[in-house]
């Protein structure tokens, strides 16, 4: 390494001005909403899968460190670093300019290259490295630049200029924060993604034009960074270990961190939500730690004073790597009961509650809670490495471009061993342990090199046999229980809310699979009696529910028999694989393509066979692991048939499927006469919001259906009049493994499935007009920022199918098929379903429709939905069967003990018959029981009789023909043993699950 520098200039006072730190604080925004914006843009490019996104993240943090090196250098050469600062800041908004020209053209220039390597995993990484490069190398190498040149600016020969530029460093994260906070809460939100990215050149413009101005006074800058004559006589080896070990401890701390950081917020993400809000919030909490600790450590630097061969900051680095180690195993620990955490200070706060405002300030403390202390020891590492290296060294601007070159580098390759490598090998538990580890050994070896080399090997060697001993363990968990995560749903935090009813969820259900893949954690999961659930990221995607059945068939089934000839069929989203396996049944089909994103939901998927006709083994499906929406933006091929698994828009990069340049790319794929469905959620959304979804999806496809379903409207489109033929639409919904479907979900044969749809296109239009519906686009995002809005209102759901009920029509194409025309059956359902969704089933005036639809209009399909879900309903509330009554001791009086057998229904073919003591609400026993419902109803009463003629035969003969009744405790302790042994031979719990 270089130490004897070029002749230096005239020294002269450095500038710290606090214009400095306002441009600064500028830059570091600007670059931040840089990073957000450009990632979305070129995620529509390269599509949305981790590999692509990780690819452009390390070409934008590459450019970062190329920048922090190179640039480094050329700072210590430059006599007017005021100006070139100022440069660099101009040069970047002309880049985001040219960005903007570069998105409109890049899927033209991608397309042809993607197609051209045929889904070779190499071969597209390397054309998504380029096109990336091309578009980000030069910004962001004059980013990484600015940091090194500035602190050229703010160091001087005193004590003081090692404080001032990590005072400087958090002042740029804190323009980070900004920049995140900005983008996601504001600037995206209300005004769209170029208007956002032109806000950033114009902060980038900003600052460099006030900096040209401020640096036309600035005289020619000496050799700031030199030392005093007393560190400059001492000789260079003295500092050179040091150094060495301070570059590699940051990077160390970079990869560490990065890794920290994606996988904190794959945990947390299972509490928060992916929303857009969400996302913000993490990374926001994230970087203000980094900003407090670099302010917190300027300040410490800047008090103590430089003394002859000062290992201060060397040793205080060394012991920060090992708080921090020690701050994020306490995190990871922590985390082992997460959910509970976060429930306890969301609901403090306020926001489990259904105001965005509080639920995002409840994000906000969760997420800083976890982050806060390592981030922020994170942030002071970052100015005591710069301080060990600059120490020794005559050139300022590039000991802080070598510090920053080594971290961003370390970064780099932290975030993709941990999305990568790291959580596929070993899970996210033992991977922030093995983090730890590599962390804390990192510190440990850097303070033992004080003591000498053979202290720093042995420490090295130690540090290398933890690592292995818990790589060993493989993807064992030490400190948390997946089947704890695995159960975990965020919207049903009330089987959260005490540690007994957690217990209890823990006892009851039973993980089917689980798995912390690349993209999301993953599980599926079945209550006992329940139905089975898919669940991503704490969220439930799909289930065994009949309303989500009818959902998910009726996006299979619907487009299938509409289409005369569907041959080509492309899904998009596997999830339980229910409207994949819809498409499968239909003979006519004889290629279909599913596009998954994520690998690792492919087994869960599979769990669902008995529900989606084992579609992952149809030898006519195709799987391509790939962004669907980038599929079809690179593929040739057109399809008579497009649909897609149900994915709601407030979840982090789905609303980019609900666009209007989606549409018009799906309509461009199909084949003449193709049809494409398109789910749309009734629930956390605005009436607004749906007729958001229903005009861009109308603006895109000439003709229109709208189908509804129990909680959920699918849109049916095509660019041809839909030309429905009774007769083959009879002949082919009655078929088979199809009439068996339909009939599950009450849309037998070809009358009951026409029953569901709703209206035409011109209904449709008008209702998106009466609700204000606006266009969704790649630009405005109008469905991600306000859907997460709607999260937790619950009356949304009634509300939207009050809106919608209202534009019921018998379209054209309906008609002429001699279909719909029973406007009575229609407005009697239409109104007892809005009851329903309210909260009013059962109820007089919901059970006064239904007899009214079942006595007039028997046949109506809809009208047996609502009867079956009326039954369900009623059948799950506890219906007391039988009971006994005794008496017994309870603090010194006596009280009746009259044990009850009750029975409800948690689902169709499921009975739970439980005995409890009314007084206590104490239960004593309970039996699962499965069966065909009809069955079920002898099963409950037999099963009750039995439990109390049990428990009648042996209380005699327990306590004895006494004159006094039996004490409680004993008398409870013995019911529970009776009645425990004669439930056993009912409970048939441990067998499957039957359709």
């Known amino acids: 390494m270089e130490r004897t520098p070029r002749e230096p200039h005239p020294p002269s006072r450095p500038i710290a001005s606090p214009i400095l730190h306002v441009l600064f604080f500028l830059s570091g925004a600007a670059a931040l909403v840089y990073q957000v914006t450009w990632a979305r843009s070129l995620s529509l490019v390269f599509g949305g899968t981790h590999l692509a996104v990780a690819t452009v993240l390390a070409v934008f943090m590459g450019g970062l460190a190329l920048g922090s090196a190179w640039l480094g250098r050329r700072a210590d050469r430059t006599a007017r670093p005021l100006r070139l600062y100022g440069l660099l800041e101009l040069g970047i908004g002309v880049c985001g300019l040219g960005f903007m020209l570069f998105v409109d053209h890049a899927t033209a220039f991608y397309a042809p290259l993607a197609r051209a390597a045929d889904g070779h995993p190499a071969l597209l990484t390397a054309m998504r490295v380029a096109l990336a490069a091309g578009a980000m190398i030069v910004p962001t190498t004059l980013m990484g630049g600015t940091l090194p040149v500035l602190s050229r600016l703010v160091v001087g020969g005193d004590d003081e200029g090692r404080g001032r530029v990590a005072r400087l460093y958090a002042t740029n994260t804190l323009g980070a924060v900004a920049g995140v906070l900005l983008s996601g809460f504001v600037l995206l939100r209300l005004f769209g993604v170029d208007a956002t990215m032109a806000t950033a050149v114009g902060l980038n413009v900003l600052a460099g034009a006030a900096a040209l101005t401020a640096g036309r006074s600035e005289r020619a800058a000496g050799d700031v960074g030199a030392p005093s004559a007393g560190m400059a006589a001492r000789p260079v080896a003295v500092m050179a270990w040091p150094e060495r070990f301070a570059l590699g401890g940051i990077a160390v701390g970079g990869f560490c961190a990065l890794g920290y950081e994606v996988l904190w917020t794959r945990t947390l993400t299972m509490v928060v939500g992916t929303s857009t809000y969400s996302f913000a919030i993490m990374l926001a909490a994230f970087l203000g730690g980094i900003t407090l600790g670099s302010f917190l450590c300027g300040a410490w630097l800047a008090r103590r004073r430089r003394r002859e061969d000062d290992r201060g900051p060397v040793a205080a680095f060394a012991m920060v790597e090992i708080a921090l180690a020690t701050a994020a195993l306490a995190t990871t620990a922590l985390m082992s009961r997460l959910p509970e955490h976060a429930l306890r200070l969301q609901g403090v706060f306020g926001g489990d509650g259904p105001a965005p405002g509080a639920r995002n300030a409840a994000t906000a403390i969760v997420a800083v809670a976890v982050m806060l202390v390592p981030a922020a020891l994170s942030g002071a590492a970052f100015p005591l490495a710069t301080s060990v290296v600059a120490a020794g060294r005559r050139r300022v601007g590039r000991a802080v471009g070598d510090v920053a070159t080594c971290n961003t580098a370390g970064a780099i390759l932290g975030a993709a061993a941990a999305g990568f490598v790291l959580v596929q090998a070993f899970g996210v538990e033992r991977s922030l342990l093995l983090l730890v580890a590599l962390q804390a050994g990192a510190g440990a070896v850097i303070a033992a090199r004080a003591a000498g080399r053979r202290a720093a090997v042995a420490a090295a060697v130690a540090v290398f046999a933890l690592l292995a001993a818990l790589g060993a363990g493989g993807a064992r968990n030490l400190l948390w229980n997946p089947r704890y995560f695995a159960i975990f749903v965020n919207n049903q935090r009330d089987l959260f809310e005490s540690r007994e009813r957690i217990e209890r969820g823990l006892e009851i259900v039973d993980v089917v699979y689980y798995h912390e893949g690349v993209n999301e954690t993953i599980s599926v999961i079945r209550p006992l009696g329940g139905d089975q659930a898919f669940i991503v990221n ?416 042996a209380w005699g003969p327990s306590f004895g023909p006494a004159p006094a009744p039996p004490d409680e405790y004993q008398a409870v302790a013995r019911a529970r043993d009776i009645l425990g042994k004669a439930a056993a031979a009912w409970d048939r719990r441990s067998e499957p699950t039957a359709r």
């Open 538 to 953: 704490g969220r439930s995607e799909a289930t065994t529910v009949r309303a989500d059945m009818q959902c998910q068939y009726a996006l299979g089934h619907v487009p299938m028999l509409l289409h005369p000839a569907p041959e080509r069929v492309f899904v998009l989203g596997s999830g339980s694989g229910m409207t994949l396996g819809a498409t499968t049944l239909h003979p006519e089909a004889r290629s279909i393509t599913l596009a998954e994103i994520e690998r690792d939901v492919l087994p869960a998927t599979r769990t669902f066979a008995e529900w989606n006709h084992r579609a992952l083994d149809n030898p006519k499906v195709r799987v391509v692991h790939d962004d669907g929406r980038n599929f079809l933006a690179v593929t040739d091929e057109r399809f008579d048939v497009i649909t897609a698994d149900p994915i709601h828009p407030w979840s982090g990069g789905a609303a980019y499927l609900y666009t209007d340049e989606y549409f018009r790319l799906a309509a461009s794929r199909l084949a003449p006469g193709g049809i494409i469905a398109q789910w749309l959620p009734l629930y956390e959304l605005t009436p607004q919001d749906v007729g958001t979804v229903v005009r861009t999806f109308a603006r895109n496809f000439e003709h229109v259906l709208v189908w509804l379903t129990w909680w959920d409207a699918e849109l049916i489109g095509s660019n041809q009049p839909f030309a429905i033929d009774p007769e083959a639409l009879a002949r082919r919904a009655s078929a088979g493994a199809v009439a068996a479907d339909l009939a599950a979900v009450n849309m037998a044969g070809e009358t009951g499935l026409l029953d569901y749809c709703l209206t035409g296109t011109r209904g449709a239009r008008a209702f998106a007009d009466a609700v204000d519906g606006l266009v969704n686009t790649d630009d405005n995002l109008r469905l991600e920022f306000s859907a997460p809005r709607s999260i937790g209102r619950p009356e949304l759901m009634a509300a939207n199918m009050a809106a919608l009920i209202g534009y019921r029509e018998t379209p054209p194409e309906l008609a002429a098929a001699g279909a719909g025309g029973r406007p009575e059956a229609a407005r009697l359902a239409d109104r007892a379903h809005v009851l329903a969704l309210g909260g009013a089933l059962p109820g007089p005036e919901f059970a006064s429709l239904s007899r009214s639809l079942a006595e007039r209009h028997p046949d109506y399909a809809p009208g047996g939905y609502l009867r079956r879900e009326e039954a369900a309903q009623r059948a799950a509330q506890p219906r007391p069967l039988a009971s006994e009554s005794f008496v017994v001791r309870s603090g010194g009086r006596h009280r009746p003990f009259q044990p009850t057998a009750v029975a409800m229904r948690p689902s169709e073919r499921w009975s739970v018959v439980a005995v409890v003591d009314p007084d206590t609400r104490e239960m004593l026993a309970d039996a699962y029981l499965s069966g065909d419902p009809a069955a079920l109803d002898l099963a409950e009463r037999a099963c009750a009789t039995e439990l109390m003629a049990a428990l009648r035969t």
